[in-house]
């Protein structure tokens, strides 16, 4: 017999991945499905898509590696909310997707809420419940929420019902105090609320019908997942409080491990739990989507070669596709400083000669709001930034990391790791040694 295997899947936003890995952390195999398209009447079917895309990643995974695999979890998009039949588990209706907004039960979550809690959102998986509630009459009775991984980690391992806290964040339940909050619990519909575990806890065992038919072995269990963006973070194993994931791609965000709890919605700042630590994240508008208004990927590589990132640029932007910025400035006109006679020459002003000093002053000027960002957290209490690793389409450039070395003050380098697949198969690890203890 061989040394076992974890596996983790990922049910991102336009795909699906799996990664298999060993208790070291090594790969051993890993790969990726679109989405099928199915149509249910006028809408994608979009339950049947992932139905269809678990099993066919199962299929993916070698055959001569299934009967090593110890234990499975699953990550999904934060608030994609599945109402099912709480017997079968079959879906009463079509899921409402992560970034579905249902502005009809704003007014009626707002009035149960306490002031700026992540549910008072449009799109916020509570917002989903009470929207659902109030438009169904039907099947109330028997109904039950599930997240996306929820559902999904159901179909392998059949109890109905469980969930994680950092999945189930958004509906409103409480993680430090461990339990759905009263003002919840008074609500007619809370017999829908699913009964929540820390991520990466075993639930049961593999199905017996999935068991035999893939070659799983007997003893595979199956375990609690978590949502796409905190898989991501989990991948790049910044375990300690003070290191920090920043993600350049289209737009900037970061994720800090702190010993506390932060939350500041005038920034969009909050925090999810991690075990007996929290994850600070927040969101600036920033990011690599202006570059891609002004330079190919190509021309980015060109440019950032002749760039000398110990020099420090004199220009000063702040850099924004469009007005508005939340964090780490909350302004919801902030001005990008572009010129608007002539966008795609000159988004940002002053625009120098050579495009090389250009990009410069591009690439510090995100790295200083990345500095500030971290700054903000440290005087919202959040523990003091040590370490930053990177993800995202901008964590290749070399420069930028030097750049950002020299203005955060701080070791900057690519996250080892960064797909939210490696991140499952990592609590799929953690549920693995719980529960031989
Ligand atoms: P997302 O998933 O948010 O759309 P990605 O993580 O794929 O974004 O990153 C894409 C971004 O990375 C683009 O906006 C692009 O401008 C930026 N990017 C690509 N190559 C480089 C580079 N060499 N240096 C800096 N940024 C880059």
Redesign the pocket.
Known sequence: PGERLYLGMDFGTSGARYALIDKQGTIHSEGKREYPFYMSGETIDWVQSWKTTIFSLLEDVPVHFRPLVASISIDGTSATTIIVDSNTGEPLWRPFLYNESCPDALPMVKSIAPVNHTVCSGSSTLCKLVSWWNTEDSKKESALLLHQADWLLWLLHGKLGVSDYNNALKVGYDPEVDSYPPWLLAQPYSHLLPSVTAPGTSIGCLKENIRTQFGFSEDCVVCTGTTDSIAAFLAARATQPGKAVTS????LAIKLLSTRRIEDARFGVYSHRLDDKWLVGGASNT???V??ELFT?EQ??KL?EQINPMEASPLDYYPLTAAGERFPVADPNLAPRKSTKDRAQCLLHPRPESDVEYLHGILESIARIEAKAYSLLKDMGATEVEEVFTA???A??DK?IKIRERVLGLPVSRAMQTEAAYGAALLALKGAQQSLN
């Open positions: 350049l791609g289209s737009t990011g690599g989507a570059l891609r990927d980015l590589d950032s995202g389409g901008g290749k450039n930028w």
